[in-house]
């Protein structure tokens, strides 16, 4: 087992956090373009913007790298699930508050949980797996799902949650040896290619030069989408699904806040009970990361 990879928790936890406060922004930007242009249409501007800019930073270097990547089988595959994901999350933002699609993607680490046993063999603790499911009924409480009504909107997060639950697999398994860089540039590829191909049933007639706020609102939605990206896929080096899967919780916190400044939703009881319960949910699992990580540096060092 790599030691780099058990011992920094505390590095992975804070890039987690990061990264799924950006995604928050993300969501919003693109909840507030979804009512007036087409999920497609937004995805391409989005991961066009992601693409530019890793080829700016990288150059041909990066490009080589990624053709020349062992893992590069499965990042197009991850791509393409990772594509699924986001039409169906964006597609029922037309008819799900922020608070619900939150609530209803963070199924997904308790996904995660279940399928690095599965598929990766990673043994969550018995504390990990509490933490999950503290974190779960957090999100439940906070958001009070029972208001919701409509099954298709649900039905299609429910589905995201899903996908998204085995592209992070995914990213574990992918070759050491492969970049952050090459692994966004090739996830936004897959984007950019199966969105672009789109635009002529999805184009917007009023995407023009005279809603320059919708497109810049796009650029800006791939901006900050794209470094949630980078610092997820680092927190991902550092380390496991299973520790991990828990802080995926704070992006409902994110949500809310963002939800607050701009939409003004209320912060009721129900909603801070559950923001408690998903810190403790993160504490809980942060502190059997920590001792796990102790146990396993203690038994390498006594291995004769």
């Known amino acids: 087992m790599s030691q780099g990879k058990v011992t920094e928790p505390a590095k992975a936890v804070l890039l987690c956090i990061l990264a799924y406060a950006f995604f928050a922004l993300q969501d919003a930007a693109v909840k507030w373009l979804v009512a007036d242009h087409s999920v497609f249409e937004i995805l391409f501007w989005r991961s066009l913007t992601v693409t530019v800019a890793c080829l700016l930073i990288g150059r041909k ?15 197009l595959k991850r791509g393409v699930l990772s594509i699924l994901a986001w039409i169906l999350y964006y597609s029922a933002a037309r008819e799900l508050s922020l608070a619900e699609m939150t609530t209803l993607y963070f199924s997904a680490p308790v996904i995660v949980t279940v399928l690095a046993r599965l598929i990766l063999k990673e043994r969550a603790t018995g ?73 002529p049933w ?6 023009t030069l005279a809603s320059a706020p919708a497109l810049l609102g796009m650029i800006a939605a791939g901006l900050v989408g794209g470094i949630g990206q980078y610092l997820l896929f680092l927190s991902f080096t550092r380390g496991t699904a299973t520790l991990l899967a828990p802080f995926e919780y704070t992006g409902l916190i994110w949500a809310f806040m963002l939800s607050s400044l701009i939409w003004g939703t209320v912060l009721d009881m129900p909603l801070i009970i559950g923001a ?15 001792r796990r990580s102790r146990v396993v540096v203690g038994a390498e060092g006594s291995t004769p």
Do not use: E, H
């Open 61 to 75: 270097a990066l490009w080589r790298q990624s053709w020349q990547s062992s893992s590069k089988a499965l990042l």
């Open 127 to 199: 504390w990990q797996w509490f933490a999950v499911v503290l974190g779960f009924v957090g999100v439940v409480i906070a958001c009070q799902p029972g208001r919701m009504v409509s099954p298709w909107p649900v039905a299609m997060t429910l589905l995201a949650a899903l996908f998204w639950a085995f592209t992070y697999i995914q990213l574990r398994q992918v070759d050491g040896s492969t970049s952050v860089m090459v692994q966004m540039l090739m996830t936004n590829a897959v984007f950019v290619v199966c969105t672009g191909v789109t635009l």
């Open 276 to 290: 408690g319960l998903i810190a403790i949910s993160g504490t809980l699992a942060m502190l059997a990361a920590q």
């Open 202 to 207: 999805t184009y917007s007639a009023t995407l």
